[in-house]
Protein backbone atom coordinates (compact mmCIF):
# COMPACT_ATOMS: atom_id res chain seq x y z
CA UNK A 1 0.00 0.00 0.00
CA UNK A 2 1.53 3.49 -0.89
CA UNK A 3 1.76 5.47 2.26
CA UNK A 4 1.55 9.71 1.22
CA UNK A 5 2.90 10.34 4.39
CA UNK A 6 5.53 9.20 6.32
CA UNK A 7 5.32 6.09 9.42
CA UNK A 8 5.23 6.60 12.62
CA UNK A 9 7.63 5.86 15.25
CA UNK A 10 7.41 1.41 15.93
CA UNK A 11 5.42 1.26 19.43
CA UNK A 12 4.50 -1.57 21.40
CA UNK A 13 0.50 -2.46 21.47
CA UNK A 14 0.78 -1.96 25.27
CA UNK A 15 1.05 1.39 24.96
CA UNK A 16 -2.42 1.80 23.17
CA UNK A 17 -5.40 2.41 25.63
CA UNK A 18 -7.88 0.16 25.29
CA UNK A 19 -10.15 1.17 27.97
CA UNK A 20 -9.76 -1.78 29.43
CA UNK A 21 -9.27 -0.13 32.94
CA UNK A 22 -12.95 0.03 33.42
CA UNK A 23 -15.03 -3.25 32.82
CA UNK A 24 -18.19 -0.19 31.64
CA UNK A 25 -16.18 1.68 29.94
CA UNK A 26 -14.67 2.39 26.33
CA UNK A 27 -12.71 4.83 25.28
CA UNK A 28 -10.44 7.87 26.98
CA UNK A 29 -9.93 11.49 25.61
CA UNK A 30 -6.66 11.04 23.35
CA UNK A 31 -3.37 12.45 24.05
CA UNK A 32 -3.03 14.47 21.03
CA UNK A 33 -6.43 16.35 21.33
CA UNK A 34 -4.14 17.45 24.91
CA UNK A 35 -5.58 19.28 28.17
CA UNK A 36 -6.91 22.51 26.19
CA UNK A 37 -10.09 20.78 25.52
CA UNK A 38 -10.75 19.26 28.62
CA UNK A 39 -12.90 22.02 29.87
CA UNK A 40 -15.73 21.35 27.42
CA UNK A 41 -16.11 18.48 29.71
CA UNK A 42 -17.03 16.33 26.99
CA UNK A 43 -18.74 12.78 27.84
CA UNK A 44 -17.01 10.34 25.23
CA UNK A 45 -16.80 7.34 26.96
CA UNK A 46 -19.20 3.94 25.27
CA UNK A 47 -20.16 1.35 27.21
CA UNK A 48 -18.98 -2.24 27.75
CA UNK A 49 -22.32 -3.54 26.97
CA UNK A 50 -22.13 -6.65 24.87
CA UNK A 51 -20.92 -10.18 25.74
CA UNK A 52 -20.11 -12.81 23.36
CA UNK A 53 -23.19 -13.90 21.85
CA UNK A 54 -23.89 -10.27 21.13
CA UNK A 55 -20.51 -10.01 19.26
CA UNK A 56 -21.57 -13.38 17.32
CA UNK A 57 -24.47 -12.91 15.75
CA UNK A 58 -23.77 -8.86 15.36
CA UNK A 59 -21.33 -10.05 13.27
CA UNK A 60 -24.27 -12.41 11.38
CA UNK A 61 -26.17 -10.06 11.46
CA UNK A 62 -24.22 -7.35 9.57
CA UNK A 63 -23.42 -9.79 7.28
CA UNK A 64 -26.76 -11.33 6.21
CA UNK A 65 -28.80 -8.97 4.53
CA UNK A 66 -29.27 -7.96 0.95
CA UNK A 67 -26.07 -9.27 -0.04
CA UNK A 68 -27.20 -13.10 0.36
CA UNK A 69 -30.75 -11.92 -0.48
CA UNK A 70 -30.48 -9.78 -3.44
CA UNK A 71 -27.49 -9.11 -4.71
CA UNK A 72 -26.81 -13.43 -5.13
CA UNK A 73 -29.35 -13.29 -7.96
CA UNK A 74 -27.08 -10.79 -9.80
CA UNK A 75 -23.98 -13.11 -9.12
CA UNK A 76 -25.83 -15.82 -10.55
CA UNK A 77 -26.77 -13.89 -13.41
CA UNK A 78 -23.34 -12.79 -14.49
CA UNK A 79 -21.18 -15.88 -13.31
CA UNK A 80 -23.99 -18.68 -13.85
CA UNK A 81 -23.89 -21.45 -11.13
CA UNK A 82 -20.86 -22.98 -10.96
CA UNK A 83 -19.66 -19.76 -11.26
CA UNK A 84 -21.56 -18.25 -8.48
CA UNK A 85 -20.19 -21.05 -6.15
CA UNK A 86 -16.94 -20.71 -7.07
CA UNK A 87 -17.01 -16.66 -6.16
CA UNK A 88 -18.35 -17.13 -2.90
CA UNK A 89 -15.85 -19.48 -1.97
CA UNK A 90 -13.16 -17.44 -3.53
CA UNK A 91 -14.70 -14.42 -0.98
CA UNK A 92 -14.99 -16.84 1.86
CA UNK A 93 -11.45 -17.58 1.85
CA UNK A 94 -10.64 -13.96 1.08
CA UNK A 95 -12.55 -13.24 4.20
CA UNK A 96 -11.60 -15.91 6.31
CA UNK A 97 -7.88 -14.28 6.02
CA UNK A 98 -8.81 -10.94 6.54
CA UNK A 99 -10.07 -11.76 9.71
CA UNK A 100 -7.53 -13.96 10.83
CA UNK A 101 -5.04 -11.05 10.62
CA UNK A 102 -7.92 -8.28 11.98
CA UNK A 103 -7.95 -11.19 15.22
CA UNK A 104 -4.45 -10.33 16.33
CA UNK A 105 -4.81 -6.75 16.16
CA UNK A 106 -8.37 -6.63 17.73
CA UNK A 107 -7.35 -8.89 20.95
CA UNK A 108 -3.98 -6.77 21.04
CA UNK A 109 -5.50 -3.72 20.86
CA UNK A 110 -9.36 -3.55 21.55
CA UNK A 111 -10.24 -0.03 20.51
CA UNK A 112 -13.87 1.16 19.30
CA UNK A 113 -13.24 2.02 15.65
CA UNK A 114 -10.26 0.13 15.37
CA UNK A 115 -8.97 -0.18 11.76
CA UNK A 116 -8.49 3.57 11.45
CA UNK A 117 -6.72 3.36 14.60
CA UNK A 118 -4.48 0.41 13.26
CA UNK A 119 -4.19 2.54 9.88
CA UNK A 120 -2.97 5.70 11.56
CA UNK A 121 -0.36 3.49 13.66
CA UNK A 122 1.25 1.65 11.89
CA UNK A 123 0.50 2.90 7.84
CA UNK A 124 0.17 6.59 8.81
CA UNK A 125 -2.19 9.29 9.98
CA UNK A 126 -3.49 10.32 6.15
CA UNK A 127 -4.17 6.51 5.94
CA UNK A 128 -5.37 6.34 9.28
CA UNK A 129 -7.77 9.01 8.28
CA UNK A 130 -8.85 7.69 4.51
CA UNK A 131 -10.04 4.71 6.17
CA UNK A 132 -11.74 6.06 8.65
CA UNK A 133 -13.92 7.81 5.59
CA UNK A 134 -13.85 4.68 3.71
CA UNK A 135 -14.93 2.65 6.27
CA UNK A 136 -17.83 5.57 7.36
CA UNK A 137 -19.05 4.99 3.28
CA UNK A 138 -18.87 1.33 3.16
CA UNK A 139 -21.81 1.29 5.66
CA UNK A 140 -23.58 4.68 5.05
CA UNK A 141 -24.04 3.71 1.09
CA UNK A 142 -24.71 -0.13 2.16
CA UNK A 143 -27.58 1.65 4.61
CA UNK A 144 -28.96 2.85 1.94
CA UNK A 145 -28.87 -0.50 -0.35
CA UNK A 146 -30.89 -1.74 3.14
CA UNK A 147 -33.63 0.42 3.48
CA UNK A 148 -34.19 0.49 -0.84
CA UNK A 149 -34.03 -3.24 -0.84
CA UNK A 150 -36.41 -2.53 2.48
CA UNK A 151 -38.76 -0.85 0.13
CA UNK A 152 -38.40 -3.50 -2.53
CA UNK A 153 -39.46 -5.85 -0.30
CA UNK A 154 -42.50 -4.21 0.92
CA UNK A 155 -43.73 -4.03 -2.58
CA UNK A 156 -44.92 -7.68 -2.59
CA UNK A 157 -47.27 -6.84 -0.30
CA UNK A 158 -48.45 -3.11 -0.99
CA UNK A 159 -47.52 -3.09 -4.74
CA UNK A 160 -49.54 0.53 -4.73
CA UNK A 161 -47.27 2.01 -2.20
CA UNK A 162 -44.25 3.83 -3.63
CA UNK A 163 -40.65 2.02 -2.25
CA UNK A 164 -39.64 5.92 -0.68
CA UNK A 165 -42.70 5.70 2.05
CA UNK A 166 -41.70 2.03 3.40
CA UNK A 167 -37.57 2.70 3.12
CA UNK A 168 -38.58 5.97 5.49
CA UNK A 169 -40.21 3.69 7.88
CA UNK A 170 -37.72 2.03 8.05
CA UNK A 171 -35.24 4.81 8.71
CA UNK A 172 -37.36 5.73 11.64
CA UNK A 173 -37.31 1.82 12.77
CA UNK A 174 -33.32 1.57 12.76
CA UNK A 175 -32.76 5.39 14.08
CA UNK A 176 -35.43 4.11 17.05
CA UNK A 177 -32.88 1.24 17.81
CA UNK A 178 -29.56 2.98 17.77
CA UNK A 179 -30.43 5.65 19.94
CA UNK A 180 -31.41 3.72 22.59
CA UNK A 181 -28.27 2.20 24.80
CA UNK A 182 -25.90 -0.09 23.37
CA UNK A 183 -27.08 -3.11 25.64
CA UNK A 184 -30.69 -2.69 24.41
CA UNK A 185 -29.46 -2.32 20.62
CA UNK A 186 -27.40 -5.88 21.39
CA UNK A 187 -30.20 -7.68 22.36
CA UNK A 188 -32.51 -6.50 19.64
CA UNK A 189 -29.93 -7.55 17.03
CA UNK A 190 -29.13 -11.01 18.87
CA UNK A 191 -32.93 -11.38 17.89
CA UNK A 192 -32.76 -10.60 14.40
CA UNK A 193 -29.65 -12.06 13.91
CA UNK A 194 -31.50 -15.53 15.38
CA UNK A 195 -34.81 -15.45 13.38
CA UNK A 196 -32.77 -14.57 10.07
CA UNK A 197 -30.23 -17.86 10.89
CA UNK A 198 -33.11 -20.08 11.60
CA UNK A 199 -35.05 -19.11 8.37
CA UNK A 200 -31.74 -19.77 6.30
CA UNK A 201 -31.27 -23.39 8.09
CA UNK A 202 -34.88 -23.94 7.23
CA UNK A 203 -34.51 -22.78 3.09
CA UNK A 204 -31.48 -24.67 2.70
CA UNK A 205 -33.20 -27.84 4.47
CA UNK A 206 -36.64 -27.43 2.18
CA UNK A 207 -34.17 -27.04 -0.58
CA UNK A 208 -32.74 -29.96 -0.32
CA UNK A 209 -36.05 -31.95 -0.08
CA UNK A 210 -37.32 -30.67 -3.72
CA UNK A 211 -33.84 -30.65 -5.09
CA UNK A 212 -33.97 -34.62 -4.14
CA UNK A 213 -37.99 -34.82 -4.92
CA UNK A 214 -39.21 -35.22 -1.69
CA UNK A 215 -41.36 -32.31 -1.75
CA UNK A 216 -42.70 -31.34 -5.56
CA UNK A 217 -41.32 -28.35 -7.02
CA UNK A 218 -43.69 -26.42 -10.05
CA UNK A 219 -42.06 -26.69 -13.58
CA UNK A 220 -40.14 -30.39 -11.99
CA UNK A 221 -41.96 -33.52 -13.23
CA UNK A 222 -39.05 -35.09 -11.65
CA UNK A 223 -36.48 -34.59 -9.07
CA UNK A 224 -34.34 -31.48 -9.92
CA UNK A 225 -30.86 -33.00 -8.20
CA UNK A 226 -28.12 -30.66 -9.18
CA UNK A 227 -28.99 -30.51 -12.86
CA UNK A 228 -29.36 -26.75 -13.05
CA UNK A 229 -25.77 -26.33 -12.04
CA UNK A 230 -24.50 -27.26 -15.61
CA UNK A 231 -27.08 -27.38 -17.60
CA UNK A 232 -25.50 -24.88 -19.64
CA UNK A 233 -21.85 -25.81 -18.94
CA UNK A 234 -19.63 -24.85 -16.28
CA UNK A 235 -19.04 -21.57 -16.94
CA UNK A 236 -22.16 -20.22 -19.46
CA UNK A 237 -20.61 -16.81 -19.54
CA UNK A 238 -16.71 -17.27 -19.67
CA UNK A 239 -14.52 -17.52 -16.84
CA UNK A 240 -13.60 -13.85 -16.29
CA UNK A 241 -17.51 -13.08 -14.87
CA UNK A 242 -16.52 -15.22 -12.47
CA UNK A 243 -13.55 -13.03 -10.88
CA UNK A 244 -15.52 -9.47 -12.25
CA UNK A 245 -18.29 -10.29 -10.18
CA UNK A 246 -16.12 -10.82 -6.85
CA UNK A 247 -16.64 -7.51 -5.96
CA UNK A 248 -20.27 -8.11 -5.28
CA UNK A 249 -19.66 -11.45 -3.11
CA UNK A 250 -17.37 -9.02 -1.44
CA UNK A 251 -20.48 -6.59 -0.76
CA UNK A 252 -22.10 -9.72 0.50
CA UNK A 253 -19.36 -10.77 2.73
CA UNK A 254 -18.59 -7.03 4.44
CA UNK A 255 -19.95 -6.67 7.80
CA UNK A 256 -17.89 -9.97 8.90
CA UNK A 257 -15.14 -6.89 10.56
CA UNK A 258 -17.82 -5.44 12.79
CA UNK A 259 -15.74 -7.75 15.32
CA UNK A 260 -13.12 -5.50 15.17
CA UNK A 261 -15.47 -2.28 15.64
CA UNK A 262 -17.20 -4.11 18.41
CA UNK A 263 -14.30 -4.88 20.32
CA UNK A 264 -14.53 -1.56 21.95
CA UNK A 265 -17.60 -2.44 24.01
CA UNK A 266 -17.33 -5.94 24.40
CA UNK A 267 -16.52 -7.58 27.87
CA UNK A 268 -13.86 -9.51 27.90
CA UNK A 269 -12.21 -9.08 24.16
CA UNK A 270 -9.67 -11.24 24.63
CA UNK A 271 -11.77 -14.43 24.77
CA UNK A 272 -15.17 -13.03 22.82
CA UNK A 273 -13.15 -11.71 19.59
CA UNK A 274 -10.98 -15.30 18.67
CA UNK A 275 -14.35 -17.00 19.69
CA UNK A 276 -16.50 -15.36 17.39
CA UNK A 277 -13.92 -14.95 14.25
CA UNK A 278 -13.97 -19.14 14.49
CA UNK A 279 -17.95 -19.61 14.89
CA UNK A 280 -19.09 -16.92 12.42
CA UNK A 281 -16.69 -17.97 9.49
CA UNK A 282 -18.04 -21.58 9.79
CA UNK A 283 -21.35 -20.26 9.73
CA UNK A 284 -21.20 -17.99 6.90
CA UNK A 285 -19.73 -20.63 4.76
CA UNK A 286 -22.25 -23.04 5.64
CA UNK A 287 -25.15 -20.49 5.42
CA UNK A 288 -23.46 -18.53 2.16
CA UNK A 289 -22.64 -21.47 -0.04
CA UNK A 290 -25.04 -23.98 0.81
CA UNK A 291 -28.04 -21.23 -0.08
CA UNK A 292 -26.06 -20.31 -3.71
CA UNK A 293 -26.30 -23.92 -4.31
CA UNK A 294 -29.69 -24.69 -3.21
CA UNK A 295 -30.92 -21.54 -5.62
CA UNK A 296 -28.71 -22.59 -8.26
CA UNK A 297 -29.71 -26.26 -8.01
CA UNK A 298 -33.33 -24.58 -8.52
CA UNK A 299 -33.87 -21.63 -9.86
CA UNK A 300 -32.76 -21.60 -14.03
CA UNK A 301 -29.67 -18.91 -13.80
CA UNK A 302 -31.55 -16.90 -16.41
CA UNK A 303 -34.07 -16.33 -14.02
CA UNK A 304 -32.80 -14.45 -11.29
CA UNK A 305 -31.58 -11.07 -10.31
CA UNK A 306 -32.37 -8.10 -7.77
CA UNK A 307 -36.39 -7.75 -8.97
CA UNK A 308 -37.81 -10.36 -6.38
CA UNK A 309 -35.23 -12.45 -3.79
CA UNK A 310 -34.13 -15.65 -5.31
CA UNK A 311 -35.43 -16.98 -1.42
CA UNK A 312 -38.94 -15.91 -2.82
CA UNK A 313 -38.66 -17.42 -5.88
CA UNK A 314 -37.36 -20.43 -4.78
CA UNK A 315 -40.53 -21.24 -1.90
CA UNK A 316 -43.40 -19.77 -4.84
CA UNK A 317 -42.28 -22.65 -6.77
CA UNK A 318 -42.42 -25.42 -4.57
CA UNK A 319 -45.80 -24.10 -3.51
CA UNK A 320 -45.71 -24.37 0.24
CA UNK A 321 -48.86 -21.79 1.48
CA UNK A 322 -47.57 -18.69 2.43
CA UNK A 323 -44.11 -19.80 2.29
CA UNK A 324 -43.15 -17.08 0.17
CA UNK A 325 -44.84 -14.25 2.28
CA UNK A 326 -43.06 -15.91 5.34
CA UNK A 327 -39.87 -16.02 3.77
CA UNK A 328 -40.48 -12.38 2.30
CA UNK A 329 -41.04 -11.47 6.06
CA UNK A 330 -38.05 -13.42 7.11
CA UNK A 331 -36.21 -11.40 4.00
CA UNK A 332 -37.32 -8.01 5.30
CA UNK A 333 -36.07 -8.75 8.70
CA UNK A 334 -32.52 -9.56 7.59
CA UNK A 335 -32.31 -6.62 5.77
CA UNK A 336 -33.44 -4.56 9.09
CA UNK A 337 -31.01 -6.36 10.88
CA UNK A 338 -28.39 -5.33 8.76
CA UNK A 339 -29.04 -1.72 8.64
CA UNK A 340 -29.31 -2.23 12.11
CA UNK A 341 -25.88 -3.28 12.31
CA UNK A 342 -24.57 -1.04 9.85
CA UNK A 343 -25.73 2.04 11.43
CA UNK A 344 -23.66 1.06 14.44
CA UNK A 345 -20.88 0.56 12.75
CA UNK A 346 -20.97 3.78 10.91
CA UNK A 347 -21.93 5.79 14.29
CA UNK A 348 -18.90 3.70 15.64
CA UNK A 349 -16.61 5.16 13.06
CA UNK A 350 -17.91 8.84 13.46
CA UNK A 351 -17.73 8.99 17.01
CA UNK A 352 -13.84 7.17 16.83
CA UNK A 353 -13.04 10.13 14.39
CA UNK A 354 -14.03 12.73 16.71
CA UNK A 355 -12.80 10.89 19.47
CA UNK A 356 -9.38 10.87 17.55
CA UNK A 357 -9.24 14.36 16.56
CA UNK A 358 -9.86 13.74 12.97
CA UNK A 359 -13.20 15.68 12.92
CA UNK A 360 -14.74 18.33 15.76
CA UNK A 361 -14.48 16.13 18.74
CA UNK A 362 -17.48 17.51 19.49
CA UNK A 363 -19.09 14.35 17.42
CA UNK A 364 -17.42 11.85 19.94
CA UNK A 365 -20.24 12.74 22.89
CA UNK A 366 -22.20 10.52 24.76
CA UNK A 367 -25.59 11.02 26.28
CA UNK A 368 -26.35 9.01 29.08
CA UNK A 369 -27.11 6.04 28.00
CA UNK A 370 -23.43 5.88 26.12
CA UNK A 371 -24.75 6.26 22.67
CA UNK A 372 -23.02 9.30 20.42
CA UNK A 373 -26.20 10.83 19.29
CA UNK A 374 -24.25 13.73 17.18
CA UNK A 375 -22.46 10.68 15.46
CA UNK A 376 -25.62 8.43 14.81
CA UNK A 377 -27.03 11.67 12.87
CA UNK A 378 -24.19 12.05 11.12
CA UNK A 379 -24.38 8.27 9.76
CA UNK A 380 -28.15 7.89 9.40
CA UNK A 381 -27.65 10.53 6.27
CA UNK A 382 -26.74 7.81 4.62
CA UNK A 383 -30.79 6.68 4.64
CA UNK A 384 -31.29 9.37 2.56
CA UNK A 385 -29.81 7.30 -0.43
CA UNK A 386 -32.11 5.05 -0.07
CA UNK A 387 -35.31 7.32 -0.87
CA UNK A 388 -32.55 8.85 -3.84
CA UNK A 389 -32.64 5.17 -5.30
CA UNK A 390 -36.21 4.57 -5.19
CA UNK A 391 -37.41 7.15 -6.84
CA UNK A 392 -34.75 7.28 -9.34
CA UNK A 393 -34.63 3.57 -10.51
CA UNK A 394 -34.48 0.99 -7.47
CA UNK A 395 -33.47 -2.33 -9.29
CA UNK A 396 -30.43 -0.28 -11.15
CA UNK A 397 -29.31 2.59 -8.52
CA UNK A 398 -28.83 -0.58 -6.30
CA UNK A 399 -26.38 -2.02 -8.37
CA UNK A 400 -24.48 1.08 -7.99
CA UNK A 401 -24.74 1.22 -4.60
CA UNK A 402 -23.53 -2.66 -4.18
CA UNK A 403 -20.30 -1.40 -5.96
CA UNK A 404 -19.32 1.84 -4.01
CA UNK A 405 -20.09 -0.28 -0.63
CA UNK A 406 -18.04 -3.50 -2.13
CA UNK A 407 -14.99 -1.51 -3.41
CA UNK A 408 -15.08 0.54 -0.04
CA UNK A 409 -14.81 -2.73 2.10
CA UNK A 410 -12.38 -3.83 0.42
CA UNK A 411 -10.16 -1.16 0.94
CA UNK A 412 -10.77 -1.39 4.35
CA UNK A 413 -9.44 -5.24 4.00
CA UNK A 414 -6.40 -4.27 2.36
CA UNK A 415 -5.81 -1.98 5.16
CA UNK A 416 -6.06 -4.17 7.83
CA UNK A 417 -4.03 -6.89 6.27
CA UNK A 418 -1.38 -4.87 5.82
CA UNK A 419 -1.33 -3.43 9.17
CA UNK A 420 -1.09 -6.54 10.61
CA UNK A 421 1.79 -7.24 8.73
CA UNK A 422 3.57 -3.81 10.10
CA UNK A 423 2.36 -4.66 13.59
CA UNK A 424 4.07 -8.03 13.67
CA UNK A 425 7.11 -6.94 12.83
CA UNK A 426 7.27 -3.89 14.74
CA UNK A 427 6.05 -6.18 18.14
CA UNK A 428 9.41 -8.63 17.37
CA UNK A 429 11.52 -5.39 16.60
CA UNK A 430 10.62 -3.70 19.97
CA UNK A 431 12.11 -6.75 21.63
CA UNK A 432 8.56 -8.87 22.00
CA UNK A 433 8.38 -12.34 20.80
CA UNK A 434 4.97 -13.97 18.95
CA UNK A 435 4.44 -16.30 21.71
CA UNK A 436 3.62 -13.56 24.18
CA UNK A 437 0.60 -12.37 21.93
CA UNK A 438 -2.76 -13.58 23.47
CA UNK A 439 -3.91 -14.54 19.70
CA UNK A 440 -1.16 -15.09 16.67
CA UNK A 441 -2.69 -14.86 13.03
CA UNK A 442 -2.43 -18.60 11.89
CA UNK A 443 0.23 -19.54 9.35
CA UNK A 444 2.08 -15.63 9.65
CA UNK A 445 3.63 -14.10 6.98
CA UNK A 446 1.53 -16.02 4.26
CA UNK A 447 -1.81 -15.61 5.91
CA UNK A 448 -1.34 -11.77 5.95
CA UNK A 449 0.19 -11.55 2.53
CA UNK A 450 -1.83 -13.69 1.20
CA UNK A 451 -5.04 -11.46 2.55
CA UNK A 452 -3.46 -8.23 1.69
CA UNK A 453 -2.52 -9.74 -2.08
CA UNK A 454 -6.04 -11.29 -2.77
CA UNK A 455 -7.76 -8.37 -1.54
CA UNK A 456 -6.11 -6.04 -3.47
CA UNK A 457 -6.29 -8.50 -6.59
CA UNK A 458 -10.34 -8.61 -6.33
CA UNK A 459 -10.18 -4.95 -6.10
CA UNK A 460 -8.36 -4.39 -9.73
CA UNK A 461 -10.53 -6.81 -11.04
CA UNK A 462 -13.34 -4.57 -11.27
CA UNK A 463 -12.07 -3.21 -14.33
CA UNK A 464 -13.37 -6.47 -16.17
CA UNK A 465 -17.01 -5.66 -15.03
CA UNK A 466 -18.15 -3.71 -18.23
CA UNK A 467 -21.24 -2.77 -16.19
CA UNK A 468 -19.37 -1.91 -12.31
CA UNK A 469 -15.90 -0.25 -14.35
CA UNK A 470 -17.07 2.99 -13.22
CA UNK A 471 -17.12 2.02 -9.35
CA UNK A 472 -13.37 1.50 -9.74
CA UNK A 473 -12.66 5.02 -10.95
CA UNK A 474 -15.27 6.70 -8.92
CA UNK A 475 -13.38 4.93 -5.98
CA UNK A 476 -10.18 5.96 -6.54
CA UNK A 477 -11.35 9.41 -7.44
CA UNK A 478 -12.99 9.39 -3.97
CA UNK A 479 -9.53 7.93 -2.57
CA UNK A 480 -7.28 10.96 -3.90
CA UNK A 481 -9.90 13.30 -2.42
CA UNK A 482 -9.87 12.08 0.88
CA UNK A 483 -6.28 12.33 1.12
CA UNK A 484 -6.38 15.32 0.27
CA UNK A 485 -9.26 16.58 2.15
CA UNK A 486 -6.46 15.42 4.73
CA UNK A 487 -3.79 17.54 3.54
CA UNK A 488 -5.52 20.42 3.47
CA UNK A 489 -6.86 20.13 7.05
CA UNK A 490 -3.65 19.53 8.24
CA UNK A 491 -2.28 22.51 6.33
CA UNK A 492 -5.48 24.93 7.83
CA UNK A 493 -4.63 23.86 11.06
CA UNK A 494 -1.21 24.77 11.03
CA UNK A 495 -1.86 27.92 9.39
CA UNK A 496 -4.77 28.67 12.15
CA UNK A 497 -4.01 27.04 15.18
CA UNK A 498 -6.86 27.78 17.85
CA UNK A 499 -9.01 25.84 20.01
CA UNK A 500 -12.07 24.48 18.33
CA UNK A 501 -15.45 26.18 18.84
CA UNK A 502 -18.10 25.08 22.35
CA UNK A 503 -19.70 21.55 21.37
CA UNK A 504 -23.15 21.52 20.82
CA UNK A 505 -25.06 20.67 23.73
CA UNK A 506 -27.25 17.14 23.21
CA UNK A 507 -29.32 15.16 25.67
Known amino acids: MSQPETDQAAQSPSTVNDGTSNADTAGTEPSHIGKEHTKHAL ?9 SRHLQMISLGGVIGTGLFLSSGYTIQQ ?42 KFIGPGTGFVIAIQYWLTWTVALGSEFTAAGLLMQRWFP ?11 IVLIFTLNALSV ?22 AIGLLAIFGIIPMKGYSHAPMFGNLVKDGIFPNGFMPVFATILTVNFAFSGTELIGVTAGETRDPETAVPKAIHTTLWRLVLFFI ?56 STRMVWSMGHEGMIPHWFAKTNRHGVPVLALCTAMAGGLLALLSSVVAASTVYLVLVALSGLSAV ?50 LVFFDKEQRFALGAELAFLALCYAAYFVQQWWRKKHPREEDEPLQLP
Open 43 to 51: HTNLKRGME
Open 411 to 460: VVWIAIAYCQIVFRKRWIASGHTAEELKYRTPGYPWTSWGAFILCTASFL
Open 290 to 345: GSIVVMCALIPWREAGVGESPFVLVFSSIGIPYAADIMNFVVLTAVLSASNSGLYA
Open 160 to 170: DTPTWAWSAAC
Open 183 to 204: RFFAEAEFWFASIKVFAICAFI
Open 79 to 120: AGPMGTILAYAIGAVIVYLVMLTLGELSVAMPVTGSFHVYAE
